[in-house]
């Protein structure tokens, strides 16, 4: 089961559909809608979010549109039998006419500011939220514990994603590693995704290599030797036996001149020890670590001394609780709305998120309508999307890595730190507010 | 980024190509080698897994394929410079043309059991390695925890599948929706799960058809008779201001005779009291609950006393952490093989799962190796292709159901428990200690 780009008109919940019919049956669709789509909460143990997956959104709306197939489709299962004719016109004609206002990627934002706002007709922006949680919500956390791997790590260790395996899903994979590079991983280990991203790929070794040549040709020294020749730069896996037995086995033929190692892996054990006596036997080879690692096993395995150049990062960096964005109506035809469901209630209006920056660091943000205004702020949510037409300029990978890395060092270190971080205050304008006070007020009255 | 079954030869890790590659150059690819595909251990608070994602593996085993412009882009790529022109031969002539041994889908397993065991020449079981593990680890995990659902809400509870906003991609969405069907749901929101899967689709409504037409048109009710107009099924959300006084509106209409109303959705609040509450007003009407509900929120609110008596299911059904599969050489041109890295060793040899059952119960399993023969003992691994060719009969997802439902029936109720569940004994059979033993031994030797 895959999905091809022209087959996301129906990667949506039903309830899209069916609210889409019925707003076209009572005139509604083409009044102007603006959604909103942000996290009430961060992810426990997350100071930040750093907003990934806008390039799969933009693409997605350019191409978006409803086959006859389709429409078939959709008449045939019977759900659709009391709506109008109008919405199967309004189906077979669509393309996506709405404006898109969102902060780039790699930007780091907080809890309740709005990652991106659709402003379109009604069952336009409507119809789109499946996908775009989807896609914001998946890249964004796989992108953020990127940008945490590296912030603990530090600029030189080499961090390579090794996540395809136990992603959920071949599509996964491949936005794990764009969002794993773009959050700041050097390299992926999936073939594909570095064909898709123009990024070379990158990979060691397995134990069955080593389990294979020993069984048939009698010695783990022979496999390493046998895989140094067709992969002289790749590193060697010297755990499957005796970790410190393999070192001294490569260091000899090292010494002997007999071989110009540049890496080896570690896969189980204590890795502080080991990879102490690796680095004694083999003083000038890069030393990887892999196996469940995330950023706080890398921060304790730096604080007890570990001698680790490498990280290979999988499970932990692309499966795991997830980003709970959501995507909420924020106004209607001039009128702002707001949810009051119980612990649930969002903020009405169109927003802009204004951040103040002192010494280069992140002050505090304000959440305001569009229409306030802030000295000294800097809005983060830009127009990308107008009238459907796509506004941004493509940027390559190495650009949003750059951009994440700028926006993590602008983060206060409370934000940034593992153990119970804080994000920055995030105040609500004045004129939030009295709109919020005031649309509470109405929601209360004319059930 | 989407990928197509034509992709899949890419869709690895590097590493399973310059393996393959030093394979062809030391002679050792068309050995014939066994991989097993197993947990170590299963993921916290289960005791048991319900296999699946067979039927994915054997559609990719059958379409698999290098074409020629996929062989260039690894030429490109600089990395495998140092291999033989033979690799390049191997790969364009590739098809594969091994044997798979599986267990159904549907069937519940334990730690250490193999799921499936793939024997072909060396290169070619080791190609597969990554996409059988992403295939298997996700819908495996997403199939379980719809069983366990299922056990604990009951056989005559609605189960809806949600999840497509917080899948971890498009693709994830259709893999989850089927895993979560074929495990025991009911039905999906996904309109091209649906789709694919020859299912009907599922859906409610959400909180912004209410918001948008109570600013634009002046109350929730009028909401609730427009979308009740269109969609007579479809259960209305009432908890976007105040359920009760919903609900109170909604009885007036129904008990005046306006209203054929089936079913309404709560999405917050304390769902026992409200669900009582509701229940009281609209006696004959069905009640949805949704909201981050996984197992153990359904066992509380049921010990409760709510008056549920149907769920939607999505973030904790589709997302968190994964079920940990990996896939192990265990024998190589007759040789049996074993991994043995500080803690994550393994046992040697092909393997069958032998299962004692008494009164229609799983008392006991026995791990043996297939030369192993235990009367009154069924063989959990049959043979589901042979020389690369599908021996499978297509299954529906019904039948994969009610293969999961008799599955997760014949299990002790320690195995069945959300507390400390506990999974039967799975013992070793005496050959397989035997030849565990002696290849511990050989492993020891000849570095």
Redesign the interface.
């Given at each position: 089961?895959?999905?091809?780009?022209d087959?996301?008109s129906?990667?949506?919940?039903?309830?899209?559909?069916?609210?889409a019919?019925?707003?076209v049956?009572?005139g509604?669709d083409t009044?102007r809608?603006s959604?909103e789509l942000f996290t009430r909460k961060l992810p426990d143990g997350f100071g930040y979010l750093v907003a990934m997956g806008l390039t799969?959104v933009l693409e997605y709306l350019e191409q978006l549109k409803f086959s006859p197939e389709q429409i078939q489709?959709?008449q045939s299962?019977?759900?659709f039998d009391?709506?109008s004719d109008r919405f199967w016109d309004t189906l077979l004609d669509f393309q996506f006419t709405g404006d898109v206002w969102a902060v780039p990627e790699g930007t780091v934002v907080f809890a309740n500011e709005p990652i991106l706002r659709v402003e379109a007709p009604?069952w336009q922006a409507?119809l789109v939220?499946?996908?775009l949680?989807?896609?914001i919500?998946?890249q964004t956390l796989v992108a953020t514990r990127a940008a945490r791997l590296r912030d603990i790590a530090g600029a030189e260790a080499t961090l390579l994603e090794?996540g395809?395996?136990?992603?959920?899903?071949?599509?996964?994979?491949?936005?794990?590693a764009?969002a794993a590079l773009a959050g700041g991983l050097d390299a992926t280990?999936?073939?594909?995704?570095?064909?898709?991203l123009g990024e070379?790929?990158?990979?060691?070794?397995?134990?069955?290599?080593v389990?294979?040549?020993?069984?048939?040709?009698?010695?783990?020294?022979d496999a390493f030797t046998?895989?140094h020749?067709?992969?002289?730069g790749?590193p060697l896996l010297i755990?499957?036996?005796?970790t410190v037995?393999?070192a001294t086995?490569l260091a000899s033929k090292v010494n002997a001149g007999e071989m110009e190692l540049s890496g080896v892996r570690l896969?189980?054990?204590?890795l502080v020890s080991l990879s102490q006596q690796v680095r004694s036997l083999l003083p000038d080879v890069q030393i990887f670590a892999s196996g469940d690692l995330d950023e706080y096993e890398i921060a304790r395995l730096k604080a007890a001394g570990a001698c680790i150049d490498g990280y290979g990062l999988g499970?932990r960096l692309?499966?795991?609780?997830?980003v709970?964005g959501v995507?909420?109506?924020v106004e209607?035809?001039g009128?702002p709305?707001?949810?009051?469901?119980?612990?649930?209630s969002t903020y009405p209006g169109c927003k802009q998120v204004f951040r103040r920056f002192v010494d280069g660091e992140i002050q505090s943000d304000t959440l305001g309508l569009v229409s306030d205004d802030f000295e000294d702020s800097q809005p983060l949510l830009q127009l990308v999307c107008q009238n459907g037409k796509n506004l941004q300029l493509p940027e390559t990978l190495a650009a949003i890595r750059h951009r994440t890395q700028t926006n993590v060092a602008s983060l206060p270190a409370i934000a940034r730190q593992l153990q119970n971080p804080q994000s920055p205050p995030v105040m609500v304008s004045e004129s939030l507010q009295k709109l919020t006070l005031k649309e509470e007020g109405r929601?209360?009255k004319?059930?």
């Amino acid at each position: 089961m895959t999905v091809t780009p022209d087959e996301y008109s129906l990667l949506t919940d039903l309830y899209q559909l069916t609210m889409a019919a019925c707003y076209v049956k009572e005139g509604l669709d083409t009044k102007r809608a603006s959604f909103e789509l942000f996290t009430r909460k961060l992810p426990d143990g997350f100071g930040y979010l750093v907003a990934m997956g806008l390039t799969q959104v933009l693409e997605y709306l350019e191409q978006l549109k409803f086959s006859p197939e389709q429409i078939q489709y959709l008449q045939s299962t019977g759900i659709f039998d009391h709506v109008s004719d109008r919405f199967w016109d309004t189906l077979l004609d669509f393309q996506f006419t709405g404006d898109v206002w969102a902060v780039p990627e790699g930007t780091v934002v907080f809890a309740n500011e709005p990652i991106l706002r659709v402003e379109a007709p009604l069952w336009q922006a409507q119809l789109v939220e499946t996908y775009l949680l989807n896609t914001i919500n998946y890249q964004t956390l796989v992108a953020t514990r990127a940008a945490r791997l590296r912030d603990i790590a530090g600029a030189e260790a080499t961090l390579l994603e090794f996540g395809t395996r136990r992603a959920f899903s071949p599509q996964a994979s491949l936005w794990a590693a764009r969002a794993a590079l773009a959050g700041g991983l050097d390299a992926t280990s999936n073939v594909l995704a570095a064909l898709k991203l123009g990024e070379k790929p990158s990979g060691t070794m397995a134990h069955s290599l080593v389990m294979a040549m020993k069984a048939i040709e009698g010695s783990e020294s022979d496999a390493f030797t046998a895989f140094h020749q067709s992969f002289p730069g790749a590193p060697l896996l010297i755990d499957t036996y005796d970790t410190v037995a393999a070192a001294t086995d490569l260091a000899s033929k090292v010494n002997a001149g007999e071989m110009e190692l540049s890496g080896v892996r570690l896969d189980s054990g204590d890795l502080v020890s080991l990879s102490q006596q690796v680095r004694s036997l083999l003083p000038d080879v890069q030393i990887f670590a892999s196996g469940d690692l995330d950023e706080y096993e890398i921060a304790r395995l730096k604080a007890a001394g570990a001698c680790i150049d490498g990280y290979g990062l999988g499970t932990r960096l692309v499966t795991g609780n997830p980003v709970n964005g959501v995507y909420k109506l924020v106004e209607i035809d001039g009128i702002p709305t707001m949810k009051q469901s119980s612990g649930k209630s969002t903020y009405p209006g169109c927003k802009q998120v204004f951040r103040r920056f002192v010494d280069g660091e992140i002050q505090s943000d304000t959440l305001g309508l569009v229409s306030d205004d802030f000295e000294d702020s800097q809005p983060l949510l830009q127009l990308v999307c107008q009238n459907g037409k796509n506004l941004q300029l493509p940027e390559t990978l190495a650009a949003i890595r750059h951009r994440t890395q700028t926006n993590v060092a602008s983060l206060p270190a409370i934000a940034r730190q593992l153990q119970n971080p804080q994000s920055p205050p995030v105040m609500v304008s004045e004129s939030l507010q009295k709109l919020t006070l005031k649309e509470e007020g109405r929601g209360k009255k004319g059930n």
